[in-house]
């Protein structure tokens, strides 16, 4: 196209003004300088995102069975066996999530009780978090125990070998209240304290507590094979998706299967609102960043008036010289976006290889040190994408006023 080959020479070749050129490259390093901010921002959000990915492990199963319709699953036992004996699973157990008031002493707080039964560790490694004392939810004397997290055990001031018990209080599900002995109102058990555990996961961390799951199914009146959910255990060498899908065909429209990214579903959504979000604004501080090329095409277009009138004596169309400066604003932007893309995925690299940036904070206490990073393929093109469109954006707007004589 003639045009933009006569825009490529404008971009170039040296300009009579040296004004000129010095804001050519200014309107470039700008678009350049805030497509580096993009970049690295949306590879800062992809390493949290594997971050957090990489620590589902730990607690979560492989496949979590839940009701589609109300908060239990009636038969749930014998269901779990049943799913245990299946090709392409290790285990399946039953367990129970539910509220309930946790009170050491004179302290109490609202906590998240998990029941789970004696072989959970087939399919969560919890054990291996607990970070003082150890994992036990129950003694061959038929006493039971209870596992808290870090974020109980510090608002409780509670820890293993304590004298002063775990007592868990859950609203009676069935039977009257008498109101004029509220406690009546609650089901009641005390448990010793066995063990703190840390996920290094905030919600996770911040209010659990962990107990045998017969005594998660005597405070809640549940019948010995109702649960909320059923974990499944995925075998090694099992394909997860051909799993799920064996699971969804035998269990039906009855029941909900989710595998880890699903579990923690609202997380991930927040840290993928939180990277869109701050997408739009960075989009906008190149959008401002752009309107340097605006200069640059009017001072090109006051230098250029001369040859504008030559190739209108050719012949040339009002339509051709303004294509002339929509390619040559739209060149400086994608020269400045790819620029900036080298130079972001650049930084990426050496900060994932190296750890050039620390986080701030006392590093002993941190599960990691630097800022984790993952350059993407799919977020390179939609920056790209939006430094193509915003420069057409500005270069058309700048072209309208392009000399008619």
Not at 271 to 299: G, H, P, R
Request: hydrophobic share 50%.
């Amino acid at each position: 196209m003639v045009t933009l080959r006569i825009a490529l020479r404008y971009l170039f070749s040296k300009k009579s003004h040296s004004a000129v050129n010095v804001i050519s490259i200014i309107s470039m390093a700008g678009v350049a300088v805030a497509t580096v901010a993009i970049v690295c921002v949306l590879s800062v959000f992809n390493g949290f995102s594997d971050l957090a990915m990489s620590r589902l492990s730990i607690i979560d199963p492989d496949l979590k069975v839940l009701p589609a319709q109300g908060k239990t699953i009636s038969e749930a036992d014998s269901l779990a066996i049943e799913m245990s004996q299946m090709g392409g699973i290790d285990t399946a157990v039953s367990t129970i999530e539910e509220q309930a008031l946790a009170i050491v002493g004179p302290r109490q707080m609202a906590v998240r009780m998990m029941g789970v039964p004696e072989g959970f560790l087939r399919v969560s490694r919890i054990d291996k978090s607990v970070i003082d004392g150890e994992y036990r939810l129950s003694a061959p004397d038929s006493s039971h125990f209870a596992v808290l997290s870090v974020g109980t055990a510090v608002k409780l001031v509670a820890h293993p070998g304590s004298e002063k018990p775990l007592a868990l209080y859950v609203p009676r599900r069935v039977g009257r209240i008498n109101p004029s002995n509220p406690m009546a109102a609650f089901r009641t058990d005390s448990l010793g304290i066995a063990g703190v555990y840390e996920l290094d996961e905030t919600d996770k961390d911040a209010s659990s507590v962990i107990v045998d799951l017969d005594v998660a199914r005597a405070l809640l009146d549940y019948p010995n094979s109702e649960a909320s959910a059923i974990e499944v255990a995925v075998s090694k060498h099992a394909d997860l998706n051909e799993v799920r899908a064996t699971l969804s065909a035998k269990l039906g429209s009855s029941y909900k299967i989710l595998d880890r990214l699903e579990q923690e579903e609202q997380s991930f959504r927040m840290i993928a609102i939180e990277k869109w979000i701050t997408f739009i604004m960075l989009a906008f501080i190149l959008l401002i960043a752009s309107f340097n090329v605006i200069s640059t095409l009017s001072m090109l277009m006051i230098e250029k008036r001369d040859n504008m009138a030559t190739l209108r004596a050719m012949g040339a169309r009002q339509g051709m010289i303004r294509g002339i400066f929509v390619w040559e604003g739209w060149l400086i932007s994608i020269f400045g976006g790819i620029v900036g893309i080298l130079l972001g995925v650049g930084l990426c690299l050496l900060q994932q290889c190296f750890g050039l940036i620390k986080l701030s904070g006392d590093a002993s206490q941190l599960s990691v040190t630097e800022y984790p990073v993952r350059v993407s393929s799919p977020d390179l093109l939609v920056v790209m994408g939006l430094v193509v469109l915003t420069g057409l954006f500005i270069s058309a707007v700048t072209a309208r006023f392009a000399p008619r004589s």
